[in-house]
Structures are given as structure tokens and as C-alpha cells.
């Protein structure tokens, strides 16, 4: 079990340039999810996969965020025309299938994170 | 809706003394409750959870208990060490395994 794994661990980029981020997690697990969290703050919701299905969004997640999983395994995030107000560090998580030990499922893996630094 | 409050940091302790940090929440049904811990630079490691209501969450001396009466999972440890310190999230997830609701974190300085 290596854990969950993004790349790249950093990026800084000019505003208005597009960035992708890419989450691989716990191999079993089939579920996974973006945070993004800001200086001093715990992280905040962005979107939530089940397999390849993307299941929720938040309201944070505006249209210039887009974020995929095409065979059910590692994940994508992009963010196209970034501003200043996106950097922060983005985590991504996964957790178990169902079927295994009550609440199982509830349990979030995070991975180091992606920490985005916008000019 | 669901959220999570935690104590406001930092909290500065000297080596091997008692810590508790506390934590409430609001949520409807039965969350699971978590403690995680990011050192810095890093994501987040979870600390213990607990999955239903008088359990108790345990790791490497830190304890937490699901008290559904006074909706808290407060957490405590009876002799920090320098190396523990960090940030530290309490948070939930309702049944199903969905987003995981965090507090806003609580700085722990241990001096030597």
C-alpha cells in the first residue's frame, strides 16, 4: 500500500494559465475526492468520485475547474484562467468500497497535496 | 447543515504536559468523527476516528470520545511531545462515506 500520490507537490504559474493536477489513490479504493484548502483553514469540499462517476460538486467548484477520473482510477483536476484568489494546496483522498468493516467507507486517505502558487 | 468547531490555536504547551483540544459538532444521523494531523508542508494523516456514539478513538497516546449527548469528540493526550507539534482537524463524514467536514484547525506548539 504506498498511500495516496498527487503530482506535482508545487506549481506556480501566471494568472490566466491553465494547470492540471493529478491524483493517484489507494489502488482499492474506489472512491475518491478534491479538497482545497487555503492558509489557516481546514480543507473545504470541491468534488467527489465514485469510480468514474462524478456524484457531487460543490459550490466552490467554479467553471473553470474541471476535474476527472475516465477509467475509475487516478484523477485529474484542472483549472483553466487561474486567478490569484486559487492558490492554495489541493488535496485529494480516497476511501474504501463498501463491503468491508462498518463505516469503512467513511474514512478519507489524504494524499501530500498540490500547493498552487498563481502570480 | 453539518460543521464542525474546534478551539482556537495555538495552543502552547511545554513538553509532556496534558493536551486537550476540544471539538463540537452539528449533524443530522450518526457521522463519523475523525481527528487528522498535518505537520507542515504536508497533507493530512489521520489520527483516530470513531464510528458511533461512547466509542473511543486511540493512536500513539491521543484519545478521543464520541459523545452524542454533548455532540463532542474532544481530543486529549497525557504527555506531548516536541515532535507533535502540528495542526490539528477535527472533522466528519455522515454514513455512506461522502465529504468529509472539517473544523478550521487548532495550531499545538510543544516547547522543550
Redesign the interface.
Do not use: N
Given at each position: 500500500d504506498t498511500g495516496v500520490s498527487q503530482d506535482p507537490r508545487h506549481k506556480i504559474t501566471k494568472r490566466g494559465q491553465n494547470v492540471t493536477f493529478r491524483c493517484d489513490p489507494i489502488s482499492e479504493h474506489n472512491r475518491l475526492y478534491w479538497y482545497r484548502q487555503t492558509l489557516g483553514q481546514g480543507p473545504e469540499f470541491l468534488t467527489y468520485f465514485q469510480n468514474e462517476a462524478q456524484l457531487e460538486k460543490s459550490r466552490l467548484l467554479s467553471d473553470r475547474f474541471s476535474a476527472e477520473r475516465p477509467k475509475g482510477s487516478f484523477s485529474t483536476l484542472e483549472i483553466q484562467r487561474t486567478e490569484q484568489g486559487d492558490s492554495a494546496m489541493y488535496l485529494c483522498a480516497s476511501s474504501p468500497k463498501a463491503g468491508g468493516p462498518l463505516r469503512s467507507t467513511d474514512t478519507q486517505y489524504f494524499g501530500p497535496g498540490t500547493r498552487l502558487t498563481v502570480l | 447543515g453539518n460543521s464542525?468547531t474546534q478551539m482556537e490555536g495555538p495552543v502552547t504547551l511545554s513538553e509532556e504536559a496534558f493536551l486537550t483540544i476540544n471539538c463540537t459538532y452539528t449533524a443530522t444521523g450518526y457521522?463519523?468523527l475523525?481527528w487528522?494531523v498535518q505537520y507542515p508542508g504536508?497533507?493530512?494523516?489521520?489520527l483516530l476516528?470513531a464510528?458511533?456514539a461512547d466509542d473511543k478513538g486511540s493512536n500513539k497516546g491521543f484519545e478521543a470520545t464520541y459523545r452524542k449527548e454533548t455532540t463532542s469528540f474532544h481530543l486529549e493526550k497525557g504527555s506531548v511531545q516536541v515532535s507533535e507539534s502540528a495542526v490539528y482537524?477535527c472533522?466528519l463524514?455522515?454514513?455512506?462515506?461522502?465529504?468529509?467536514?472539517?473544523?478550521?484547525?487548532t495550531r499545538l506548539f510543544v516547547k522543550a
Open positions: - | 464542525v457521522p463519523s475523525f487528522y504536508e497533507g493530512l494523516q489521520l476516528k464510528t458511533k482537524f472533522a463524514s455522515r454514513a455512506g462515506g461522502f465529504k468529509t467536514i472539517f473544523g478550521a484547525g
